[in-house]
């Protein structure tokens, strides 16, 4: 069977259309060496949408988001819009992306390539042949739980930190299938010791883990889960979070990878709809200059082709091509070593010219 698969592309503000053009590049190879039927369109979203529409997520967009199996977003975001009303920021139209199709797991993979080890700032010991990923609770918690605001002559501000049970048990019950499929090895990241919300997180957890007995769990409070993380990354495989903390920890993730412009990411419904982006954001100083680093989107097409397309081996074939270009020593002005580096629309020529070698080799 060869369904039409609907792909809607936002990219956004910043850099956000550098590293899209680049991601679209190599979806164009994949379908072209797999026979896929790709349809893909584009649509207005963030800041850019506000200047065209009056509002970061115009029902144009949703529309097409409505007729469409995936979406590949570049960045949102950037200091002309810091300024606007709440509603209207590009920031706002993405957690509204989010929350209107209950994207509710958002799974980021932090891997480290071997060519980069000494691009972080963390001893190769510790970093080489990394693999963990953070499922992170993408629909509720503080960035969303009523009510917040500020008091009348804004002397006061609050927000919410709130989850339901049924919040906690459906990114639970994800975060265990994964672990069941990997090494086993479950990290739940809270903050039990202070706050209810982490309470009722850990004994959700402690419940659901009694149905999972070859899944390893831990707790973890997040303050010690962000030292752990740089002082001993290997102990983690999967890492299962709330909303804010998951934000904060892929950060702080990122540094063992040499850089942020490597971390893609998946944002999921339960009826298989999936939003790709990368972890970094738009980065409005580099923009425009040929040099940021297309790899993050790159390798969220790579997650769009496992999760929405279920070809986790197009995903590999994405990745052994990155691989291949760092071990040819082409690295972008992030993680380059010296000043001898590739521009942004080089890596993602590069790239598809080894998607093709590989393609060739597999006789695919
Ligand atoms: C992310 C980003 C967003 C978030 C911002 C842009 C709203 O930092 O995807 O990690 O906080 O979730
Ligand atoms: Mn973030």
Redesign the pocket.
């Known amino acids: 069977m060869n369904k039409l698969i609907n792909i809607l592309v936002l990219p956004g503000d910043g850099v956000g259309p550098e590293v899209i053009s680049e991601a679209v590049k190599v979806i164009n190879a994949i379908s072209t060496i797999y026979n896929i039927s790709l349809d893909i369109n584009y649509g207005d979203f963030g800041g850019v949408a506000f200047d065209k529409h009056g509002s970061p997520l115009p029902d144009e967009t949703r529309n097409k988001i409505i007729q469409s199996d995936a979406v590949l977003l570049g960045a ?2 950037g200091p002309k819009y810091d300024d606007l009303p709440k509603l209207n920021k590009p ?1 706002s139209g ?2 509204k992306l989010r929350k209107e199709n209950n994207l509710f797991v958002n799974i980021r993979p932090i891997i480290s390539f071997i060519e980069l080890v000494n691009t972080s700032s963390i001893k190769k010991e510790y970093i080489e042949n990394l693999d963990i990923v953070i499922i992170r609770e993408l629909v509720s918690g503080l ?1 969303f739980g009523e009510p917040r605001g500020f008091n009348k002559d804004k002397t006061e501000a609050f927000n919410t930190m709130r989850y339901t049970r049924s919040e906690i048990d459906r990114i639970t019950g994800y975060a265990f299938k994964i672990s069941q499929r990997r090494s086993k090895k479950l990290h739940s990241i809270d903050k039990a010791n202070v706050l209810e919300v982490s309470q009722l997180w850990r004994s959700a957890v402690d419940e659901f883990s009694k149905n999972y007995e070859d899944v390893e769990l831990h707790h973890m409070y997040v303050d010690n889960a962000a030292m752990q993380l740089v002082q001993n990354p290997k102990q983690f495989d999967v890492i299962l979070t709330e909303n804010l903390f998951g ?1 904060i920890l ?1 950060d702080i993730a990122s540094v063992l990878t040499g850089s942020i412009g490597m971390l893609p990411s998946a944002s999921l419904n339960d009826k298989g709809f999936g939003v790709y982006e990368p ?1 970094h ?1 738009s980065a409005p100083d580099i923009a425009d200059k040929n040099i940021v680093n297309p790899i993050a989107t790159i390798l969220s097409v790579a997650m769009l082709f496992e999760f929405t397309i279920e070809r986790k081996d197009i995903y590999d074939h994405i990745l052994e091509a990155v691989r291949r270009v760092l071990k040819s020593n082409k690295f972008t002005k992030d993680i380059a070593s010296s000043d001898n580096y590739i521009s942004t629309s080089d890596m993602g020529d590069n790239i598809v010219d080894k998607i093709k070698e590989i393609a060739h080799e597999k006789k695919i």
């Open positions: 949102v975001g920031e993405l957690l960035y934000d892929s972890i954001g």
